[in-house]
């Protein structure tokens, strides 16, 4: 969360600086801020809300200067108000910083006992101050820098002006990333290689503990006790290229529509279509040597290991421990080194999910990641890489990543069951023949559900709450369509396994509450059909999602139905996805909420 910019040029920097945060906006919007040096003095521009309002009062009030450092926030402490936006200043320092001071309580109590006044009530003021105090104590640039790392606890990315050192950026990263990118005659910083992409692929990544001083011409980068390091330096993959929204309204529609396209691209990395078997992928990872399979992950992606536990335990007979990443990390578990651990993320920066990672490594165990960005820290920590290959997600609330983090379970999965002989040749190409028919069969399902889509999500559209009911695997799926229309329309929803009804949910239900059931005609369908007339005993208006199969035998009368093909349980829950984004996408536009950019939602949470 929040993005950061540097960059130390030889041609004026506040436009570069803007449109590298433009690409780094998924970070956070709630503010955004410049500050420059010109005739040896630290400039700055600041402005709630979206980059928009920065841009309109660079124009108004522009800002000269050849080095500079810029953010874009998501609000921890303080409100997102133009006086908490970065840079914070304080006496000839300016700071942008991404994470959180932990201890900035105490550091706060300690500099205003000393006459400190502070202008904000973020944690991240405690940080200028303190530079401003060592250098006022007589500290150099640098001595102040690393007395300051010494002083501060939590996570960090942080870039530093000092107004009478007009040639250099320090930056220093422990925790949320940092990379730095060597130009021609400029150098630059920035929160990840895209937002340096327009300038720069020939990049460096800083690792925890890390602190760099930028000048023009290159950097010195060194460790926490204040050791000069090397750190390597590598081609970025990243593209200069934005994307855009195509022909559709919003990013989000765009990446639902994305789909039949994004996931035969993430199959074909995982399956041979020609002769419908999984190809080997990973060298690092044999799922066929563990015992166990520890998953984790956060919110959407955490939904995806889900429902990959069911398909390990079910193809691949491989026990499954999966948590929430901010749960997994602090519940002590016992780990063993025989069994694996696989993270889950679409950024490959969330926090939490990089700690357990972590935790994981340190406990012996081999980590699988299964990541959209190639390049992110969990990505680079891993042992083994499994790509999901879904492209840039703009829009926040996640939907291609999703299917595609399915679609790459489930061929681990088949693969996993292949690998430790509980999945047969003739299975192995049954299953492997249905996700390769996927694509086809989501393409088909996207052009004919539109006009019922757009109808119920006007209904849901003036519900308070709803209620997502699913059996099997879809259960994970119920709790991902509730959490897509809280996430964007506001709408209250929650997701229960349609078993646990009866343990409490259905005291909520009446004539106002209307209940999605995920229902294809499965394992599971006559038990799911119990649950819901349970609900209709009660007055509930249920929209049942099924297939032609069960529409054709379920007799109940629902207030709607959206029927989609029948298919085989393996894809089953990336064809049901597909109503359940676009009824949550439909319900918010027509509640015109800001679809792609959610309120107080960011695309990478890189704090816990
Ligand atoms: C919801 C959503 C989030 C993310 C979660 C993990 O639509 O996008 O719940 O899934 O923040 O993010 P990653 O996958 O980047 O670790």
New binding site residues.
């Given amino acids: 969360m929040c993005g950061i910019v540097g960059i130390v040029g030889q041609q004026p920097v506040s436009e570069r600086l803007v449109d590298a945060l433009k690409r780094l906006e998924y970070r956070g919007y709630d503010s955004a801020g410049v500050a420059t040096i010109t005739e040896g003095a630290l400039h700055r521009r600041r402005a709630e809300g979206k980059l928009v309002n920065l841009k309109t009062r660079l124009k108004e009030e522009p800002l000269s200067g050849t080095i500079g450092i810029a953010h874009t926030r998501w609000a921890t402490h303080g409100a997102p108000t133009e006086c908490n936006a970065h840079p914070h200043f304080s006496d000839g320092v300016a700071v942008v910083h991404n994470g959180i001071i932990e201890n900035f309580a105490e550091l706060k109590d300690e500099l205003a006992a000393a006459g400190a006044e502070f202008q904000t009530d973020t944690d991240t003021e405690v940080v200028a101050q303190l530079l401003a105090k060592y250098r006022r104590d007589g500290m150099g640039c640098q001595e102040a820098m690393h007395a300051m790392l010494k002083r501060v606890k939590g996570t960090f990315g942080l870039a530093i002006l000092f107004q009478d050192d007009p040639s250099t950026i320090i930056a220093a990263r422990n925790g949320p990333p940092l990379v730095i990118g060597h130009g021609d005659g400029e150098m630059f910083l920035g929160s990840d290689a895209i937002a340096l992409a327009p300038f720069t692929n020939d990049i460096t990544y800083l690792v925890d503990g890390d602190w760099a001083v930028i000048g023009k011409t290159g950097v010195q980068i060194f460790d926490s006790e204040g050791n000069v390091v090397t750190r390597p330096r590598q081609i970025s993959m990243a593209t200069a290229h934005l994307v855009d929204k195509g022909n559709h309204r919003h990013f989000m529609e765009r990446e639902i529509y994305e789909q039949p396209e994004v996931v035969a691209r993430a199959l074909g990395h995982y399956v041979n279509f020609i002769d419908n078997r999984v190809v080997p992928v990973s060298d690092g990872f044999d799922f066929a040597k563990v015992a166990s399979l520890a998953i984790s ?5 955490y939904l995806a290991g889900l429902i990959g536990k069911y398909w390990f335990e079910r193809y691949a007979r491989l026990p499954v421990e999966i948590d929430v990443a901010s749960e997994f990390r602090y519940r002590e578990i016992p780990l063993s080194p025989q069994s694996a651990a696989l993270f ?4 490959g ?2 926090a939490d ?1 990089l700690a357990s990672l972590r935790y994981c490594k340190e406990h012996g165990l081999k980590i699988g990641a299964v990541i959209n960005a190639r390049e992110s820290t969990i990505a680079r920590e891993a042992d083994a890489v499994f790509p999901i290959l879904a492209g840039p997600e703009i829009g ?3 939907t291609k ?1 999703f299917t595609c983090q399915l679609a790459v379970l489930a061929a681990l999965a088949i693969g996993a069951g292949k690998g430790r002989g509980t999945v047969t040749d003739d299975e192995e190409q049954a299953l492997v023949k249905s996700l390769t028919e996927m694509p086809h069969i989501m393409r088909q399902v996207l052009n004919s559900i539109q006009p019922k889509i757009e109808l119920l999500s006007r209904e849901l559209s003036k519900c308070r709450d709803v209620l997502y009911l699913g059996r099997g695997t879809n259960f994970p799926l119920a709790m991902e369509g509730a ?2 229309l809280k ?1 964007i329309s506001y709408i209250h929803a929650e997701g229960y396994a349609a078993g646990e009804l009866k343990h409490g949910p259905i005291a909520l239900i009446d004539e106002n509450m209307p209940v999605i059931v995920i229902a294809p005609h499965d394992r599971f369908f006559d038990k799911t059909v119990s649950n819901m007339q349970e609900v209709a005993a009660r007055g509930g208006r249920i929209i049942l999602i099924t297939d032609e199969r069960g529409a054709a035998i379920s007799k109940l009368d629902t207030m709607h139905r959206i029927v989609l093909p029948s298919v085989e349980e393996i894809i089953a829950p990336m064809i049901f996805s597909l109503p359940l984004q676009l009824l949550a996408y439909h319900a918010a536009v027509f509640m015109g909420t800001d679809v792609d950019q959610p309120r107080n939602l960011a695309k ?2 890189t704090v816990e």
């Fill in positions: 992950a956060c919110g959407t992606a889950i993320s679409q950024s920066e969330t999910t926040v609330a996640s990543a959490l897509k996430e990478s949470v």
